[in-house]
C-alpha cells in the first residue's frame, strides 16, 4: 500500500485541493481549453510557481485528478457489507456507496458530467463497466440468462450506459431523490427490464 499521501504535508493537499476546487469553478465558467495555468492561478490565488510545484501543466493536473477520482471511488465501493445476505446486497450496497460519495462531492461530479470532460468521464464509464461487467458474468449461471440468447458485450454497454445516464440525470436534477431510493429504484427496473425481455 502506498502511504505516500498520508505523508504528504498538510499544506500541499490544501493547495492542490484550492486548485482543484478553483479548477471546478472556472469550468463552470468556461470551456476547458479556455483554462490556463495563469487564470487557474490566479483564481486559487497563488502564483504560477506554486502551480509547477505541483503540476507540470494542465493536462498533468487533470490526470492526477482523475487518477485521484478513480482511487476515491475504489475505496468507497470497497465497503461493503463483511458477510453480505446475498449478491444482489452486496452489488446494492456498493450502488449506495457510489451514489452516497457522488452526492458528497455533487458539485466536482455535476461539473465534469456536464462539461463532458473526456478525462473524466470515460474514466468513469470505464469504472462502472467493470461493475455491471462483474455483475453480468456472475449472472452467467442463471438459466434465464442463457436462455434470453444475451449478447454479454452488449448487456454491458446498455448496463453501463443506463448507469451513467441515470447519475448524470440525478446530478442535473440537483438530486431529488436519496442515493438509496436511486439505487432501489435502478435495481428494480433492472429486474423488470429482465424479466420483460423473451428469449430471442
Known amino acids: 500500500m502506498d502511504n505516500t499521501t498520508a505523508r504528504t504535508d498538510p499544506r500541499i493537499l490544501r493547495t492542490r ?8 469553478d472556472l469550468l463552470q465558467e468556461v470551456d476547458i481549453e479556455k483554462i490556463t495555468v495563469n487564470r487557474l492561478a490566479q483564481r486559487a490565488t497563488i ?3 506554486t502551480f509547477y510545484l505541483h503540476y507540470r501543466d494542465i493536462p498533468d493536473m487533470l490526470e492526477k485528478m482523475a487518477d485521484e477520482m478513480n ?7 470497497k465497503k461493503t457489507p463483511e458477510n453480505p445476505n446475498s449478491v444482489e446486497e452486496e452489488e446494492l450496497t456498493m450502488l449506495v456507496n457510489l451514489l452516497e460519495h457522488i452526492a458528497e462531492h455533487a458539485k466536482f461530479y455535476k461539473v465534469i458530467l456536464a462539461k463532458q470532460t473526456p478525462i473524466f468521464t470515460d474514466r468513469l464509464l470505464k469504472l462502472l463497466t467493470e461493475l455491471i461487467t462483474a455483475k453480468i458474468e456472475r449472472m452467467d449461471g442463471d438459466s434465464y440468462y442463457l436462455s434470453a440468447g444475451f449478447q ?6 446498455y448496463g453501463s450506459s443506463a448507469l451513467i445516464g441515470t447519475i448524470v440525470a ?3 436534477n440537483d438530486l431529488p431523490y436519496t442515493p438509496l431510493f436511486l439505487a432501489k429504484q435502478f435495481f428494480l427496473l433492472h429486474k423488470l427490464d429482465t424479466c ?3 428469449p430471442g
Not at 71 to 77: F, G
Open 152 to 157: 454479454k458485450d452488449i448487456a454491458i454497454w
Open 17 to 24: 485541493q484550492l486548485l482543484k476546487d478553483s479548477f471546478i
Open 170 to 172: 440525478w446530478l442535473r
Open 71 to 77: 482511487e476515491e471511488i475504489y475505496r468507497v465501493l
Open 196 to 198: 420483460c425481455r423473451t
Open 47 to 49: 502564483n504560477r510557481v
